[in-house]
């Protein structure tokens, strides 16, 4: 078994004394989560939750690379430091090592999971150098050592590797983004490339979706292939190790996820999508077991041209006292569909298949791993979701366990002008945020049909902002739907007016504390918030639906007519529905470029200094528990649970048991 007893000494058992945040650095706090429930789960799902947290763990190497070429020998430069330096370690420079270390950490690589910049060090490269001449080369490696001069340049040419991701309108985006999807490959040769697969595929109702998991470069005679990532492929190594313990877990779980973890490894196995196809239907269907998870090459936010996916993986279990309210919404998926403004034409006639619960989250790994998304649907294939349906979770524990940080903030005293509205939010502000939740990730994104002939990637690389776009609008309209109240989901209109007026502030001004000086919006969920805020601000402003107000030399956004702003997100989601249906490019991108990317630079400057003034940090991440199992006579008894209350310690654990690719791949 693998494990790691320093970091469980560095554990502790969950209680009110138990700091929530258990590590702060530059703008991130590092938050503990607790998975109320666990110890009174049978024992075979402790074991299959046990094996699938192991599975979790061993694609982290691979999101590294994914993210950047340089990521993993940054990265073991700087934790050989950190395990062996003997220096003094209170000095600046080393603090400020230390800081950007726990950046990459929390970033999976060199650029900031949010803005996609390259960190700057604040630290000198010759006192990198000197501390590097301080520790015996064989603790380093000779691959490592060989390394140096690349690290070096990685970490403090401000040209190399400037961006992770640049979706700027114009640029080659693959030659100006540092990902390691594509290599030696410009956009116009890949775009040629996918293009003639689907070209190929025309017509088809079950399309595969073409280069999900692989990477596109050219070989010696100067070909564009595919190295797919599998077993025998790139990435073999950690994909072997998340293989072996998905067959550890296939081996205690029941029908039909036994089946489902099986057919998975056989897409590990052979890289082929049509398997991969058929485990996301086999797992869709699957809304038995108490236990599921994900694992796999999934969301394609990071690839420029929204083709490529990056690994990711969750482990979680029912949280059965919460998950009435998706259940009633699951129900009357069809009644949501039918009334949605959106033109019929691009309405789904029978919804199939939509699940959802609420969940409590085991474990975090790869791109959910520290930062992790609050909700999750899936499959993302529109034919799957069309003849088969989708999964939607709400993931409670980390919702909670973000409230528990939040509190006490000053937050809402700072940035909410109105006493009504600081009211609102304080009686339903949660309740406002986990029902869009569940409308985005429910129905939201399974929502509406495409036109006949439009095959779903003619938005290219505007697709990620305007699906989250659609999503959110389809949550934030029927938030404020009497048919909510008639369900029993809310009390009256005021849970919309919370979750309005607090959508309306971030979308507009708070979220600018995410954003580095001279930056624009790039991330594509920040771009959807944007849009949205700022299109029914403009759209609403001859009626001052929306309005700017200025007191005490500060500036607010407050919503004057709720009902107003319902009917405005009822537009805007009717026209992204067309967009999407009909492929239209240059209408989104027209949307996009027009309200989701500019930033007002006095404004950005004001949001970050009353940011700072309250001492809050914009991005929160997790450390996950730790689990050991229990052994007597040969075979596990019980799997404990523990608390780990040191983030660079975990760091530091993964990266000794759970590292598993070369430095370069």
Not at 104 to 117: E, K, M, Q, T
Not at 449 to 463: C, D, F, N, T, W
Not at 528 to 539: D, S
């Amino acid at each position: 078994m693998t494990g790691s007893l320093f970091a469980l000494a560095a554990c502790q058992s969950p209680s009110s004394e138990t700091p929530w945040i258990v590590d702060r650095f530059d703008d991130v706090k590092v938050i503990r989560y607790e998975v109320p429930g666990f110890e009174q789960l049978p024992l075979d799902q402790k074991e299959l939750v046990y094996y699938l947290a192991q599975a979790a763990k061993c694609g982290r190497d691979i999101l590294f690379d994914q993210n950047c070429p340089m990521n993993l020998p940054v990265r073991r430069t700087l934790e050989t430091l950190y395990e062996h330096y003997a220096g003094d370690r209170t000095a600046p420079e080393w603090l400020a090592l230390e800081k950007y270390l726990k950046k990459v950490w929390f970033a999976n690589g060199i650029h900031h999971h949010y803005s996609n910049d390259k960190f700057t060090p604040e630290f000198s490269e010759l006192f990198l150098l000197e501390a590097i001449e301080s520790i015996p080369e064989e603790r380093f490696g000779a691959e490592l050592n060989a390394l140096r001069g690349d690290v070096c340049r990685a970490i403090f040419d401000p040209e190399a590797y400037p961006t992770r991701l640049n979706q700027r309108a114009g640029d080659d985006l693959l030659v100006t983004s540092s990902s390691n999807y594509y290599r030696g490959v410009t956009q116009a040769e890949a775009e040629r490339f996918y293009a003639a697969m689907a070209a190929a595929d025309a017509g088809n109702p079950e399309p595969v979706s073409y280069g999900l998991n692989s990477q596109l470069t050219k070989n010696d005679a100067g070909e564009i292939v595919e190295r797919t990532w599998r077993v025998g492929g790139m990435y073999s190594a950690a994909i072997e190790r998340i293989v072996y313990w998905l067959e550890k877990a296939a081996a205690v779980a029941a029908e039909p996820q036994k089946s489902n973890i099986e057919a998975l490894v056989e897409y590990y196995r052979t890289g082929d999508l049509k398997c991969f196809d058929r485990y996301n239907i086999g797992w869709v269907k699957d809304t038995v077991s108490n236990v599921d998870f994900v694992n796999g090459f999934i969301e394609d936010y990071g690839d420029p041209l929204g083709r490529k996916a990056s690994w990711e993986a969750n482990v979680n279990f029912i949280d059965s006292s919460a998950c009435h309210r998706t259940a009633v919404i699951s129900e009357n998926a069809q009644w949501f569909e039918d009334h949605s403004p959106v033109d019929p034409a691009y309405k789904k006639k029978e919804v199939r298949g939509v699940s959802a619960k609420v969940i409590t989250v085991a474990m975090l790994g790869g791109d959910c791993y520290p930062a992790t998304p609050i909700g999750i649907n899936l499959p993302n294939a529109d034919w799957i979701r069309k003849e088969h349906g989708s999964k939607s979770v709400t993931i409670d524990n980390i919702t909670y366990a973000y409230d528990k940080a939040a509190q006490g903030s000053g937050f809402d005293r700072e940035f909410v002008l109105r006493a009504d509205d600081r009211e609102r939010m304080a009686a339903y502000g949660k309740l406002a945020d986990d029902l869009h939740t569940d409308l985005h990730e429910c129905l939201g994104h399974g929502s509406g049909q495409l036109a006949p002939g439009v095959a779903g990637g003619e938005l290219r690389s505007y697709s990620s902002t305007l699906e989250e776009a659609r999503a959110d609008l389809f949550g934030l309209y029927y938030l404020g739907d009497p048919k909510l109240v008639e369900l029993g989901l809310t009390p009256s209109f005021d849970v919309a007016r919370a979750g309005y007026a607090k959508y309306i502030l971030n979308g507009l001004m708070t979220q600018l504390a995410r954003i580095e000086p001279g930056k624009n919006v790039e991330e594509s969920h920040m771009r959807n918030r944007q849009l949205i805020a700022a299109w029914c601000y403009e759209q609403g402003r001859a009626d001052n639906v929306i309005e700017w107000v200025e007191e005490g030399g500060k500036r607010y956004v407050v919503v004057n007519d709720f009902e107003a702003l319902r009917g405005l997100f009822g537009r805007l989601l009717r026209e992204v529905q067309r967009i999407k249906s009909e492929g239209d490019y240059e209408a989104g991108k027209a949307l996009v470029e027009r309200y989701a990317v500019a930033v007002d630079p006095a404004l950005h400057a004001e949001v970050r200094a009353r940011y700072a003034a309250l001492g809050i940090e914009p991005y929160g991440g997790f450390v996950n528990p730790e689990y050991e199992p229990v052994e007597r006579d040969g075979r596990i008894v019980d799997v404990k649970i523990a608390y780990p209350a040191d983030y660079a310690a975990q760091m530091m654990d993964y990266s000794k048991n759970y590292s598993f690719l070369p430095l370069v791949n």
